[in-house]
């Protein structure tokens, strides 16, 4: 019997692995090349809440500076006596009353910054997990406390390398299973394989039904994901979905810009995510709608055809659920360069970024590139442009409300 390898994945991975922005840190940074004009109205008006922290709650680790050159997205001090306007809410405020509550939160490997961060901002302590890979690759999983009885959330996006983060997420559920967990929800902020949810061709595979099956026959009671590739893939699922949307975030971000509803289009650089951009367009004062017709050739291969709508001396926000080569979106900036836009930004929620896109969205096209915090996004890949909002308040306060659902469950029970 081989031993596992020394490379493990727990709660003591550092906070700081990913780098986040809050809008009220973001706002005075200097990384940004430019930013929206002042308006005479907010688009969006978020209320100040105050919040208390119990006084044996957890908080994320982050001693780096918050400046940063080279194009390092700006971190904001988490602490009891700063806090991001992200991270407030009035629901943290019973979070004394929270420590007895039969709830475990565990990280997989593939984001443990973003479920420390949940961790810090639900008051709660991550729960201790190992895992390890044998010499040959396999993955040992073994749970460091009692989970009988108890909601279990486990922490786990199917990003790169994708086939590893899954297989690894199946092995935690099927030991929180064979731990006589109550409930175990595996909470997916990016659900890999989401892009083949139908057949569009003979002979092709649904992957995203099988996997949706992999992870029931784990042992998965709830699933929670954010911002799926497509709603039909909802559907796939035999057990109850909790669909997180993060918009959210980014539009409270750009909020804090002021941007004026003169100024603005939204823009869907495909057919296919009109309903989202225009979803997005109608929290933004119902700004008005631009779409990018595009023509694929072939996977992750791309080539824009023409644009429905007028983005002439506007600021163009181009929406989209991820950026992975970055083709279309870049492709979809030139041609809103060549119609006339004066600004070009771009909002996704999920960062994949695989080769080339960091070179394509930090070539001049886009002045700024907003993404969130549901992938991991590696130093490498940071540029001048680059600005990264957390999730955890999202997901934090989600949590929380599927657990007070299924403890009201169970008493009726």
């Not at 044996?56 to 806090?83: A, F, H, M, Q, W």
């Not at 030991?175 to 595996?186: H, L, V």
């Not at 595979?205 to 099956?213: E, F, H, Q, T, Y």
Request: proline share 5%.
């Amino acid at each position: 019997m081989p031993s596992p390898s020394s490379s493990s994945s727990s709660s003591s991975s550092p906070a700081a692995a990913v780098a986040v922005a809050s809008p009220s840190s973001m706002s005075s940074s200097s990384s940004s090349p430019s930013r929206f004009s002042l308006c005479h109205r907010p688009l969006l008006h978020c209320e100040s809440r105050s919040r208390t922290l119990a006084k044996n709650g957890v908080r994320c680790d982050i001693s780096e500076s918050t400046k940063y050159g080279n194009g390092k997205p700006t971190i904001p001090i988490l602490n009891e006596r700063t806090l991001p306007k992200f991270l407030e809410s009035a629901r943290v405020e019973k979070a004394a009353n929270r420590n007895n509550a039969k709830i475990k939160l565990f990280s997989g490997s593939a984001n443990p910054a973003l479920t420390q961060e949940i961790a810090w901002y639900m008051a709660l302590e991550l729960g201790k997990i190992d895992i390890k890979r044998f010499a040959d690759g396999e993955i040992y999983v073994q749970l460091q406390e009692s989970v009988r009885g108890c909601d279990v959330f486990l922490v786990q996006p199917t990003c790169p390398p994708v086939n590893e983060n899954l297989m690894e997420l199946e092995i935690m559920i099927d030991a929180c299973r064979r731990a006589s967990a109550k409930n175990i929800t595996a909470v997916i902020p990016y659900f890999g394989y989401a892009r083949a949810d139908r057949k569009s061709q003979g002979r092709e595979s649904i992957a995203a039904k099988l996997v949706s099956n992999l992870i029931t026959e784990a042992g998965a009671n709830r699933v929670l994901a954010c911002d799926i590739h497509s709603g039909q893939s909802l559907g796939y699922f035999d057990i109850p979905v909790d669909h997180v949307y993060c918009e959210q975030v980014i539009l409270d971000y750009l909020a804090s810009k002021k941007i004026c509803y003169e100024d603005l289009v939204v823009v869907s650089p495909d057919v296919g995510g009109v309903a989202r951009a225009r979803a997005f367009a109608k929290k933004l004062s119902d700004a008005p709608l631009a779409i990018v017709d595009k023509r694929r050739h072939g996977h992750n291969v791309a080539e824009v055809m023409n644009l429905i709508g007028d983005v002439k001396g506007k600021v163009a926000v181009m929406v989209d659920d991820m950026i992975d080569t970055a083709g279309t979106i870049a492709k979809g900036a030139e041609l809103l360069h060549q119609e006339g836009a004066r600004e070009v930004y771009a909002c996704c929620t999920h960062p994949v970024f695989s080769p080339p896109a960091i070179e394509r969205l930090s070539s001049g096209l886009f002045q700024e590139v907003i993404v969130t915090n549901t992938i991991p996004v590696m130093e490498k890949n940071y540029f001048p442009q680059l600005t990264v909002l957390t999730v955890a308040n999202l997901l934090g306060e989600t949590i929380w409300r599927v657990h007070d659902d299924s403890s009201v469950s169970s008493i009726f029970q």
